[in-house]
T-cell receptor
Framework: GQNIDQPTEMTATEGAIVQINCTYQ??????LFWYQQHAGEAPTFLSY??LDGLEEKGRFSSFLSRSKGYSYLLLKELQMKDSASYLC??????????WGAGTKLIIKP | IAGITQAPTSQILAAGRRMTLRCTQD?????MYWYRQDLGLGLRLIHY???????GKGEVPDGYSVSRANTDDFPLTLASAVPSQTSVYFC???????????FGNGTRLTVT
């Protein structure tokens, strides 16, 4: 079967750095996405990786290793507004998105 | 403001009733999707449409139907609602199959 694994919940301190990991086992790979979802709201797109390496976008970076079936989302200079769930999703060989259950990130002052 | 509009925002529905969740986008995206989101589970694809006039089944299609008569609209119908269909339903669209998804604000449905 296909599955995406991410930690259920993480806690970090305002101003710090946090890394959210995602491991995947899918039939084929056509890209990995990270989305942010605030409580009660819709997911919003954060980043896309299709080749190995690091993609940086402001305070957020995403890393991919296809050989290891592994990605992480790195959030720097954490702000209270970063408290949200972070969803990892992989496009399989049929271009269908397989979603992880999400990581709830709690930021403490 | 361009985006996706879902209606209603929330609904309480008696079991056995028929219900259509509406979804409209004004971005002229080709692909549209319906997902359900339940606590502790990832988003699960119900149905999708890669272009107007075509639809396909996702991971959890049973009990749901869709139509795509034009580019903008992608309604989801529950023919006879059951309590296990209690969930938050998100409509999404993407320009192509490889593009990021844009989500509507969701419909919170409770079937009693």
């Amino acid at each position: 079967g296909q599955n995406i694994d991410q930690p259920t919940e993480m806690t970090a301190t305002e101003g710090a750095i946090v890394q959210i990991n995602c491991t995947y086992q899918t039939s084929g790979f056509n890209g990995l996405f990270w989305y942010q979802q605030h409580a009660g709201e819709a997911p919003t797109f954060l980043s896309y990786n299709v080749l190995d390496g690091l993609e940086e976008k402001g305070r957020f970076s995403s890393f991919l290793s296809r050989s290891k079936g592994y990605s992480y989302l790195l959030l720097k200079e954490l702000q209270m507004k970063d408290s949200a769930s972070y969803l990892c999703a992989v496009k399989d060989s049929n271009y269908q998105l397989i979603w992880g259950a999400g990581t709830k990130l709690i930021i403490k002052p | 403001i361009a985006g996706i509009t879902q209606a209603p925002t929330s609904q309480i529905l008696a079991a056995g009733r028929r219900m259509t969740l509406r979804c409209t986008q004004d971005m002229r995206h080709n692909a549209m999707y319906w997902y359900r989101q339940d606590l502790g589970l990832g988003l699960r694809l119900i149905h999708y449409s890669n272009t107007a006039g075509t639809t396909g089944k996702g991971e959890v299609p049973d009990g749901y139907s869709v139509s795509r008569a034009n580019t903008d609209d992608f309604p989801l119908t529950l023919a006879s609602a059951v309590p296990s269909q209690t969930s938050v339903y998100f409509c999404a669209s993407s320009e192509t199959q490889n593009s990021p998804l844009h989500f509507g604000n969701g419909t919170r449905l409770t079937v009693t």
